[in-house]
């Protein structure tokens, strides 16, 4: 062989193992399989795998976060959040786990809102109150997916047209969000909303997480730090009354780590209305890490970064038993807490908290990090 032939011969050869650890990459970063279906619509389960070889699994049902495999201190991986084995159990079972929820996240007093001087109605699914974006909010739609090609990690963009008019919000709306689960095992969730006509929203993710493991206890020993030296308290129905008040001296100033159990049976008048934590914490600016969640029995570490300015601590104050989740998991009251990034609830009808208009000159677009770890 003369040496240009040897030359081509070696450049090919370096050329094909490239191509074949690339594509041996991308087949083993994200498997799909049928869930199931609803509305006429194919639902599916994704499953991405990153190079440490944890897992998350996603579905396009509500945008979900079905599972998350992660280890403890001694690598032993346990799913840390709720999620159902099957569509049949998505359909009968709790409407929020790892959903994405909007258009308009958490509550809106009585249902009603004033834009540009028009009244608007919503569906009352929450008492006398809208919760999640009403009945048929995003949470229980069949949304689009595309697995993302030629990206360092794992990712999925799942969008939803919604109509004008749906669930009597304004405004023809695309949602999407992008989830990338990096190797140092981030979840990362990329959102972008548009309008073509003014409206109001507020998009977050409602995932539980359980650090031990979920089905393995409660979180009530879990060591939680917020970043937050105010909250926005809440009437007998959870509306905001409009104060923001100072956590200090308070159940709910986390900004030094204390278990969820330490405090949450005092007899605090916001504890008693909220049957628990279930508050929305105002972010202190400039914060690196928002919140944080650690668990002193397995050593996993979740923490939070988020862009937007609040976030509502959940205990599942509302679980009572009667939901069973991924393996038969039985979900009890306080077995798992939220942190849902946000604006603040209610904030059509607040006009000092941060503003939730979205317009058709500029989308919405923000980014939220739940990040796993482990300390020794
Ligand atoms: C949370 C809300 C709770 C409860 C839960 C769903 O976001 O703050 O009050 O409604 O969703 O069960």
Redesign the pocket.
């Known amino acids: 062989m003369n040496n240009k032939l040897l030359t081509l011969a070696i450049i090919l050869s370096i050329f094909s193992v490239m191509v074949a650890c690339n594509s041996s990459k991308k087949q083993v970063m994200v498997k799909s399989e049928k869930f199931g279906s609803f509305s006429g619509k194919d639902v599916y389960l994704y499953t991405l795998t990153n190079k440490k070889g944890d897992v998350i699994k996603l579905t396009n049902y509500g945008a979900s976060v079905v599972e998350i495999d992660v280890p403890d201190r001694n690598g032993k991986r346990e799913n840390v959040t709720f999620g159902y084995d099957s569509m049949e159990d998505y359909l009968k079972g709790d409407l929020?786990f790892g959903k994405v929820v909007g258009r308009y996240a958490?509550r809106i007093a009585k249902g009603k809102f004033t834009l540009d001087g028009q009244e608007y109605s919503l569906s009352l699914n929450?008492g006398v109150n809208t919760?999640?974006g009403g009945n048929t909010g995003w949470h229980s739609r069949v949304w689009n997916a595309q697995i993302l090609e030629n990206t360092d990690f794992p990712a999925i963009r799942f969008s939803y047209s919604s109509p004008d008019m749906e669930e009597g919000y304004p405004g023809n709306v695309e949602v999407e969000v992008v989830y990338t689960w990096t190797d140092d095992d981030e979840i990362v969730m990329d959102y972008k909303v548009t309008t073509d006509k003014n409206t109001v929203i507020n998009v977050t993710n409602?995932a539980y997480f359980n650090l031990h493991g979920v089905g393995n206890g409660d979180i009530l020993d879990h060591e939680v730090i917020i970043k937050a030296s105010a909250f926005t308290p809440v009437d007998s129905t959870?509306i905001p009354t409009g104060e923001v008040r100072k956590v200090e001296g308070t159940p709910f100033d986390f900004r030094t780590p204390h278990t969820i159990g330490e405090r949450i049976e005092q007899p605090d008048e916001q504890l008693i209305l909220g049957r628990g934590y279930?508050h929305n914490f105002v972010l202190d600016e400039a914060e690196e890490v928002d919140a944080m969640a650690y668990d002193p029995s397995t050593g996993r570490v979740l923490e939070v970064i988020t862009d937007q300015p609040g976030i509502?601590l959940?205990t599942g104050n509302?679980l009572d038993g009667t939901q069973k989740g991924r393996g038969g998991k039985v979900y009890n009251y306080r077995s798992g807490l939220?942190f849902?990034t946000q604006h603040f609830p209610d904030t059509p009808n607040h006009a000092d908290f941060p503003a939730v208009l979205l317009t058709p000159d500029e989308p919405f677009v923000s980014s939220t990090t739940y990040r796993f770890s482990v300390r020794k």
């Open positions: 929020y958490n929450d919760l999640h409602h959870l279930d509502q959940y509302f939220c849902e």
